[in-house]
């Protein structure tokens, strides 16, 4: 019998990359759901292990793209409740039980899903909850990476984007401000998104021409990453404000 089960678990991740290769959504949810089942028999896993959120946090991910919300989103509080209970199981463990990093890892891993479901929530414009889901994830990777770490900084300017949705405008400049000047100092591959982003915010709240002398240079280093889903992006942010200055004047 285990025999068996590491022959299909080899299977299976053969399986996994060919459904990978040929975007076959259909095979994709069915060879994940089999191969965390093969991982329960074969004794491997138990229910909030990290793989089995890992797993479930793609196969959210999944249905979130094809709008099948009440399977992604149970999904997604799956993966982040789970977590927030092992985490508070792990906080007491001493060092010779669970080392530091393993203890970080589980902490990283529920600041990915929250990152997850909070873009997922933004796109279907619950902004409140997605707010909540990015300060426990900003929150989190302030705590294991520090400031300075790119996907800090990436939380940071994503949080602003909700806040300037919401309408506070100045709460979302301050945290995309910083962002920026993180970003700035850090060299962040991202800075062209995170210059997008305050030019919107700065848009938003009447400071036209600074809004577009950013967008104009988050343009400029967009188009030396290649970055043409953000140009586009810019372009359309350029268009909007060409608009509120003609009204302005």
């Known amino acids: 019998m285990r025999g068996e089960l590491v022959a299909a678990d080899q299977i299976l991740h053969l399986a996994i990359r060919l459904a990978h290769q040929s975007h076959n959504t259909q095979a994709i949810i069915y060879t994940y759901d089999m191969m965390a089942n093969v991982a329960f028999l074969r004794g491997q896993l138990s229910n909030d292990d990290n793989a089995v959120i890992e797993m479930s946090l793609k196969l959210a991910s999944i249905y979130a793209a094809q709008n099948q919300h009440q ?5 997604f509080q799956f993966c982040t409740e789970t977590l927030e209970e092992k985490i508070q199981k792990q906080k007491d463990l001493s060092e010779e039980a669970m080392s530091a990093k393993e203890k970080a890892n589980t902490r990283l891993l529920l600041g990915l899903c929250l990152d997850s479901y909070a873009r997922y929530l933004l ?3 619950q902004l409140d909850q997605a707010l909540s889901s990015y300060q426990r994830a900003l929150q989190l990777s302030r705590e294991v990476q ?3 770490h790119p996907q800090t900084i990436v939380l940071m300017s994503d949080m602003a984007t909700v806040l300037d949705m919401q309408g506070r405008h100045d709460d979302a400049y301050g945290h995309v401000k910083r962002a920026l000047e993180l970003a700035r100092e850090t060299d962040h591959p991202d800075q062209h998104t995170i210059l997008c982003n305050l030019a919107g915010i700065l848009m938003h709240q009447g400071h036209l021409v600074e809004a577009g002398r950013l967008y104009k ?4 280093l967009a188009e030396s990453k290649g970055d043409g889903e953000v140009v586009e ?3 359309k942010g350029l268009q909007e404000l060409s608009k509120m200055t003609s009204r302005a004047s």
């Open 146 to 148: 520090g400031d300075a």
């Open 217 to 220: 240079e988050a343009l400029k």
């Open 71 to 75: 399977l992604a989103i149970h999904g």
């Open 233 to 235: 992006q810019i372009k």
């Open 123 to 125: 796109t279907t414009r």
